[in-house]
C-alpha cells in the first residue's frame, strides 16, 4: 500500500438508506469505506445495483429525495485543521454548495442527458465557474474557452455558444469533464464515464482523463463495471457487492491475486481472448438479490461457491478495513489466519 | 426558424379562409336571402319596398349570381372594410359591433393572462412539494374547476354576489362610464372589473394547464441534467427553475396557445350570464333574429383574431425553445 | 406478445389463443385500473348515472311536461318519515290561500293533509324502454289530488316537478354525450388511423385539418349552425343535428390520440414481426395493433364525453340547442339563468348537480383507464 499522502477525501462506514413508497427501508450501502488520494485513481468496480453510484451520490449529498444517510462519516481534507464531516453539513447550505463542483466534481455517465438541451454549451460552463467565486463574466469566458482545450474540443470560441444537442457523444463527454473542472475541484468522481461510448472514443475519454488527473494531481474515483477499464486506469481497486466493499486492493494484487470468490468470479466471466474456441463463457450463477430482500449474513453466500454453512448465512464478514489491502470474507480471513499461524511457527 | 414562422403563417392564412367560407355558408344557411329577410322585418314595422327596389337591392348585392360569386364579392367588400349592414340596427355592421370585439378581446386575453401567472407557479408547487398538502388541494381545486361548466361557475357566482353581498356582480364597467367615452379611467373602471369574468373563463383552462406543469416537471426533474446542475453546487431554487421549469416550459406552452379559441368561445356563454358588453349577447340577438350579416360579421371576426392570437402564442413558443429555432422543428 | 405472433403464423390459428392474447391486455388493464379507487367510485358513479337514464320514469314522480300553474315555483318539500303510527312517508297536501301582497292565489303546504308515499305505486303512463307501456314508478302518492306531489327539488315556473324532470332529462343529456363521442369516435378512428398508417401526404393534410379546427373557436360555429336550424324542425331532426355538430368539431382529440398510437405501434416488434410472416395490412391492424390500443382509446372516450355533454348543456343553455318540450340539464338550467329568478327560487340550480357531478366522475374515470393502458404513457 503506498501512502506517501493523507487522503483528500476518507469515507468511514457509511450507510445509506432509501425508504420505499409503501415498503420498508432499503439499505443500499452497508459499511463503506474508501479513502481517495491525490493523484492516485480509485477504481470501484461491480455489478448494477452494487450501490457505486450511491456512494458518488452520498459524497455530494445530492441523493435522492427518499435517500438518507444513516451513519458514517465523509471526511474532507481529514488529518488536517480543515477537516469537514461532509454527513453533518446542512444539506442545502453554503458549506456543501461550495464542495459540490469547488471541491468535488462529477462527471455523469450519459452525456445526452445530464447537459440541459435548452441552455448553450457556455451558458451551462460559465455557470458552473461563476457559482463559486464569481469572476465576472468576461473572465468565466475565458475559462471556459480554456477548459475547452484542455478537454479537447476543438474550435472552442465557436463551440462555446453551441446547444448540446449539436454536438456528437464524445464531444458531449468531453464537455461533460469540463463542467465537473470547472470550478477546479481536487477531487474527481466519474460516474461510468465511458459506458455510453463506442470502443473508439472510449479510449480518447480514458487517455483525457488520464492526462488531466496526472497534470492536475486530482484524486480520481472512477466507477465502472468495466474490469478492462479498471485494468487501464486504476491504482487501487475497490470492489462492491450489494453496497459493501468487498475487496480492496492494488490494481495488481486484484488481477493476479484476487482473494474474495466474488472478484474471482467477475474476472473468470470476462471473455478471454485467449479461450479455446466454442468454451463457454463462466458466469456467476444467482442474480443479484433485491435491494429488500438482502440474504443474511454475508450478502454473496447464496451465489459463492466457497459458502461454508453456518458461517456465512449467519454472520456478516468484517468490513475491509480503509487504507489496507483485503477481503470481506471468511475464507480470507482463515487463509490470513493460518498463513500469520505458519509464520509464527517458522519463525519459532 | 424561418420554415418554421412560414409554416405557421401559411397555416393562419389557410385557416382564416376557412373561416371565412364557413361564415359564409353560416349567413346563407337560413332559408330565403338577404332580401327576403329585410322586406319581412320592414313588413313587420309597417313599411315595404316595391318589387323593383327588391330587384335592385338583389343586384346590387349580387343575389342573383352564382353562390361562389356571391362568396368572392362579399369578400372582396370586406377587404375594403365594409361588413355589411346589420337589419335590427338599420346601420353598418361595423357602427354596431363598435367596441364590443376589442372589449371580447381584452377579456380573452385577460383570462389568458391569468391562466399564465396562476397555472405556472402552481404547477410548479405541486410538482416540486408532491404528495403535499398543499398539492392535494390544488389537484382537488383543479379538478372541480373542471367539471364545472364556465357558464355555471359564472351564474353560481352572480347568484352567491346577489344574494349574500347584495350586489349586482357583473358587467364591465359601472354605471357611469358605460356609455362615457373612453379616458384613462375608464380604462382603470375596466380594469377593475376584469378579475370576475377572467376568473371565470381562465379556470378551467388553469385547471388543465396545472396538471399539465405539473406532470411534465415530474418526468423533468427525474432526469440526470438535474442532478449534473446539483452537483455543480446551483442553489436548490435556482436548479429547479432554471433548468427542469424550462424544459417543462415547452408543452406547457404549446398546449396554452389552443387554450385561447377555447377562451374566446367560451367568453361568448360567460358574457350573456354576466351580462359583459361584449360579443357575445350580441351575436345571440344577431343570430335569433337572423341578422345575418351582423352574426356572421362576427364570427369571421372572432375567428380571425383568434387565429392571430394563436399565432402570436405559436411565435412566444418559438423563443422559448432553442431547438424550434435552429433547427425548425 | 409471442401468442398473437404464433397465430399470425399459422393460418388455422387457434381462437382460445387470440382470445388469452386479447384478454391479457385488458384484464392487466382492468387490474390496474381496480387499484385507483377514485376511478373505481367514479365508475359507479358512471354507472348509476346511466342506469337513472334507463329508468328515468321509472324514478320520476310527477310528469315531466304536467304543468299546474297554481304550483309555481314551490321550494323543495322534504318527505316526512314518521307520523303517529310510526314509519308512513308522507307529504303534506297543498292547500290555497291568498297572498296578502300581490292578491295571486298561491299553494303552500298543509301539515293537516297527509299523503302516503308508496313504492312501486302507479304514477302517471309512461313507456317503459320505450316500450312497454306502464304505470308503475318507484315511488308515487296514494291518492292525491291533481295538485299535490312530492316536490323534492321544488317546481318551476311553470309548476313542473324539478326532481322528475332531472331524471328524465338524464336520459337526454347522457345519451347526446354517448352518441357524439360515438360519431366522433368513428371519425377519429377513421382519420386518425389512416393519418397514422399511411403517414406522408394523407398524414399532413389530415394534421393540417386537425390544427385547423382546433384554432376555430367553437361556440360561435355551433352558435350559427345551430341557430340556423329551421324552427319547424321536429325535435328528433333537432337532437340529431346537434349530435352532428357536437362530433363534428369534437372528433379531432380522438383523432390524435389513434394517430399517436398508430405511429408508436408502427415500430413495435411484434408488428413488423407480423409484416415479416407476411400478414397484409388490415389483418395487422384489427389482429395486432387494436387491441394494443383499445385501453387507449377507451381512456381518450371518457375524457372527451364529459366536453360533449358540456357542449350540449352549453348550447341548450343558451336556446340554440335541444328546444322544449325535449327535457335536457342545460334546458333545465336555461330557467336559471336569470339572477331576479334564482334569488325567488334557488333551488332551481339543483340542475347543476348533476352536471357537475357526471363530469368529475368521468375526468377521474378517463385519468384512471388513461393510467392503467399505459402507465409510463
Given at each position: 500500500m503506498v501512502e506517501n499522502s493523507l487522503p483528500l477525501v476518507s469515507v468511514r462506514n457509511l450507510a445509506v438508506e432509501f425508504t420505499q413508497h409503501g415498503g420498508g427501508p432499503v439499505?443500499?450501502?452497508?459499511s463503506v469505506s474508501l479513502d481517495l488520494r491525490p493523484g492516485r485513481v480509485l477504481g470501484v468496480v461491480g455489478e448494477s445495483g452494487c450501490g457505486k453510484s450511491v456512494t458518488a451520490r452520498a459524497m455530494l449529498r445530492i441523493l435522492d429525495r427518499n435517500g438518507a444517510i444513516k451513519n458514517g462519516q465523509i471526511l474532507l481534507d481529514p488529518g488536517t485543521p480543515q477537516q469537514t464531516d461532509i454527513t453533518a453539513l446542512p444539506g442545502e447550505g453554503n458549506r456543501m454548495r461550495e464542495i459540490r463542483g469547488g471541491r468535488i466534481g462529477l462527471i455523469f455517465q450519459e452525456p445526452m442527458a445530464a447537459l440541459s438541451m435548452q441552455y448553450t454549451v457556455g451558458n451551462q460552463l460559465m455557470e458552473a465557474i461563476r457559482v463559486h467565486n464569481d469572476p465576472g463574466k468576461a473572465v468565466a469566458r475565458e475559462r471556459v474557452i480554456k477548459l475547452l482545450t484542455d478537454v479537447g474540443i476543438p474550435r472552442p470560441e465557436t463551440r462555446i455558444d453551441t446547444y448540446p444537442f449539436q454536438l456528437s457523444g464524445g464531444l458531449r463527454q468531453r464537455v461533460g469533464i469540463a463542467l465537473a473542472l470547472a470550478a477546479d475541484p481536487d477531487v474527481l468522481i466519474a460516474d461510468?464515464?465511458?459506458?455510453?461510448?463506442d470502443v473508439t472514443t472510449q479510449a480518447q475519454i480514458l487517455a483525457l482523463l488520464r492526462r488531466l488527473q496526472v497534470d492536475k494531481q486530482i484524486a480520481l474515483m472512477l466507477i465502472t463495471h468495466d474490469m478492462g477499464v479498471i485494468a487501464q486506469m486504476a491504482d487501487d481497486v475497490a470492489v462492491m457487492y450489494l453496497g459493501r466493499v468487498v475487496e480492496f486492493a492494488p490494481v495488481n494484487e486484484v488481477f493476479g491475486a484476487p482473494k474474495h470468490p466474488y472478484t474471482q468470479a467477475l474476472l473468470r466471466s470476462v471473455p478471454n481472448l485467449r479461450a479455446p474456441p466454442h468454451s463457454r463463457l463462466a458466469t456467476i450463477g444467482g442474480a443479484v438479490p433485491q435491494p429488500n430482500a438482502r440474504p443474511s449474513g454475508c450478502p454473496f453466500h447464496p451465489r459463492c461457491p466457497d459458502m461454508m454453512p453456518g458461517r456465512c448465512d449467519t454472520t456478516a464478514p468484517a468490513p475491509v478495513p480503509p487504507g489496507q489491502a483485503g477481503a470481506s470474507c471468511f475464507k480470507v480471513e482463515d487463509a490470513a489466519r493460518v498463513a500469520a499461524d505458519v509464520k509464527v511457527e517458522v519463525r519459532a | 426558424m424561418l420554415m418554421y414562422i412560414g409554416r405557421r403563417l401559411v397555416l393562419a392564412v389557410f385557416t382564416c379562409i376557412a373561416i371565412s367560407v364557413l361564415t359564409f355558408i353560416i349567413i346563407r344557411l337560413p332559408p330565403g336571402d338577404f332580401v327576403d329577410a329585410y322586406i319581412a322585418n320592414l313588413a313587420s314595422t309597417g313599411s315595404s319596398i316595391t318589387a323593383e327596389q327588391a330587384e335592385s337591392m338583389r343586384r346590387e348585392y349580387g343575389l342573383d349570381r352564382p353562390v361562389v360569386i356571391q362568396y368572392a364579392l362579399w369578400l372582396g367588400r370586406i377587404v375594403e372594410g365594409d361588413f355589411g349592414v346589420s337589419m335590427?340596427?338599420?346601420?353598418p355592421v361595423t357602427e354596431v359591433i363598435g367596441d364590443r370585439l376589442w372589449l371580447t378581446m381584452v377579456v380573452s386575453f385577460a383570462a389568458l393572462f391569468l391562466t399564465w401567472i396562476l397555472a405556472l407557479p402552481i404547477g410548479i408547487y405541486s410538482a416540486v412539494r408532491q404528495y403535499s398538502v398543499g398539492d392535494y388541494f390544488f389537484t382537488m381545486l383543479g379538478f372541480i374547476g373542471l367539471a364545472i361548466p364556465n357558464f355555471l361557475l359564472a351564474l353560481i357566482l352572480m347568484y352567491l354576489g346577489f344574494r349574500y353581498l347584495g350586489l349586482s356582480v357583473?358587467?364591465?364597467?359601472s354605471a357611469e362610464y358605460a356609455q362615457a367615452p373612453w379616458s384613462l379611467a375608464k380604462v382603470w373602471d375596466l380594469t377593475k372589473h376584469l378579475p370576475l369574468p377572467a376568473c371565470v373563463l381562465a379556470l378551467a383552462g388553469t385547471a388543465h394547464q396545472i396538471r399539465i406543469m405539473r406532470a411534465n416537471l415530474l418526468d423533468e426533474l427525474r432526469k440526470p441534467y438535474v442532478i449534473t446542475a446539483r452537483a455543480k453546487g446551483i442553489p436548490e431554487r435556482r436548479v429547479i427553475l432554471k433548468y427542469p421549469v424550462r424544459a417543462a416550459l415547452n408543452p406547457f406552452a404549446s398546449s396554452i396557445a389552443y387554450i385561447f379559441p377555447y377562451l374566446v368561445s367560451g367568453s361568448i356563454i360567460v358574457s350573456l350570464v354576466l351580462g359583459l358588453p361584449t360579443v357575445g349577447p350580441l351575436l345571440l340577438q344577431a343570430l335569433v333574429a337572423q341578422d345575418m350579416f351582423l352574426a356572421g360579421t362576427i364570427v369571421l371576426l372572432l375567428g380571425v383574431m383568434t387565429v392571430v392570437g394563436t399565432l402570436i402564442s405559436d411565435l412566444l413558443l418559438m423563443w422559448i425553445e432553442p431547438r424550434l429555432r435552429i433547427t425548425g422543428r | 406478445m409471442s401468442a398473437t405472433t404464433a397465430s399470425s403464423a399459422s393460418a388455422g390459428a387457434s381462437l382460445a389463443d387470440d382470445r388469452l392474447a386479447q384478454a391479457g391486455q385488458l384484464r392487466l388493464t382492468w387490474l390496474r385500473f381496480k387499484r385507483h379507487k377514485l376511478a373505481l367510485i367514479s365508475l359507479f358513479i358512471v354507472a348509476f348515472f346511466y342506469l337513472l337514464a334507463i329508468f328515468a320514469d321509472f324514478v320520476a314522480i310527477s310528469d315531466p311536461h304536467h304543468t299546474d300553474a297554481r304550483r309555481s315555483y314551490m321550494p323543495p318539500q322534504g318527505i316526512h318519515l314518521f307520523d303517529e303510527n310510526g314509519f308512513a312517508p308522507h307529504v303534506y297536501g297543498l292547500k290555497g290561500s291568498r297572498?296578502?301582497?300581490?292578491f295571486k292565489m298561491v299553494y303552500v303546504p298543509d301539515p293537516s293533509k297527509k299523503i302516503y308515499i308508496a313504492f312501486f305505486a302507479p304514477g302517471y303512463e309512461y313507456n317503459l324502454f320505450g316500450l312497454i307501456p306502464t304505470n308503475r314508478h318507484l315511488f308515487a302518492l296514494i291518492n292525491p289530488t291533481p295538485v299535490d306531489g312530492i316536490f323534492l327539488l321544488g317546481t318551476d315556473q311553470l309548476g313542473r316537478d324539478l326532481f322528475s324532470r332531472l331524471a328524465v332529462a338524464t336520459r337526454i343529456s347522457l345519451s347526446i354525450g354517448l352518441a357524439s363521442v360515438g360519431l366522433s369516435l368513428v371519425l377519429g378512428i377513421l382519420l386518425g388511423g389512416m393519418s397514422g398508417l399511411y403517414g406522408g401526404i394523407v398524414d399532413t393534410v389530415i394534421q393540417r385539418l386537425i390544427e385547423l379546427i382546433r384554432s376555430i373557436p367553437t361556440i360561435p360555429l355551433w352558435m350559427g349552425i345551430a341557430a340556423a336550424?329551421?324552427?319547424?324542425?321536429t325535435v328528433l331532426q333537432v337532437y340529431f343535428a346537434i349530435t352532428l355538430i357536437i362530433s363534428l368539431i369534437g372528433w379531432t382529440e380522438l383523432a390524435r390520440v389513434v394517430r399517436g398510437r398508430f405511429l408508436a405501434l408502427r415500430e413495435e416488434d411484434f408488428v413488423i414481426a407480423a409484416e415479416l410472416v407476411g400478414a397484409g395490412q388490415f389483418r395487422i391492424m384489427l389482429r395486432h395493433m387494436l387491441p394494443s390500443f383499445t385501453s387507449h382509446v377507451i381512456a381518450a372516450v371518457s375524457l372527451a364525453l364529459p366536453a360533449m355533454i358540456i357542449s350540449e348543456t352549453s348550447l341548450s343553455f343558451l336556446g340554440l340547442g335541444l328546444r322544449p318540450p325535449a327535457i335536457s340539464w342545460g334546458i333545465l338550467l336555461q330557467d336559471a339563468q336569470n339572477v331576479q329568478v334564482l334569488a325567488g327560487a334557488p333551488w332551481l340550480l339543483m340542475a347543476a348537480v348533476p352536471v357537475v357531478l357526471v363530469i368529475l366522475a368521468f375526468n377521474f374515470l378517463g385519468d384512471g383507464l388513461r393510467d392503467a393502458a399505459d402507465p409510463y404513457g
Open positions: 439499505r443500499a450501502l452497508d461510468e464515464p465511458t459506458t455510453a461510448l | 335590427m340596427w338599420r346601420r357583473g358587467g364591465l364597467f | 297572498d296578502m301582497k300581490t336550424l329551421p324552427n319547424t324542425w
